[in-house]
């Protein structure tokens, strides 16, 4: 690092000549990346303030007979296919859902 600075050529230019442009450097650098970092911290507070659109929870329900069926009762593929259902219409409807009736189609 010593050589970087000095070059041999002039006995007054030293070490701690060197230093100084070269902290006023690291300084320049540090403070344009603070500025970046404010600018982006911004414009997701901006973002945040857009308006999103809201799930419908309106669920209709239709009055049709059904057979009850155990869950304990379905062979281990339709557990399967009913527990993915329900993650499924959770994650659509963004709320916590219950498992009420199970109906064989």
Avoid: Q
Wanted: net charge negative.
């Amino acid at each position: 690092m010593f050589y970087g600075v000095y070059d041999g050529k002039d006995p007054d230019f030293g070490f701690v000549d060197g230093l100084v442009p070269s902290l006023v450097c690291i300084l320049i650098v540090f403070l344009v990346l603070a500025l970046l970092a404010f600018i982006f911290t911004m414009l997701n507070k901006i973002k945040a303030l857009d308006v999103k659109e809201k799930p419908n929870n309106n669920v209709t329900t239709t009055t049709t007979e059904r057979r009850h069926i155990d869950f304990e009762s379905l062979d281990d593929d339709a557990k399967a296919a009913v527990l993915a259902a329900t993650i499924d219409y959770r994650e659509e409807c963004k709320t916590d859902v219950e498992l009420i009736d199970v109906k064989e189609i």
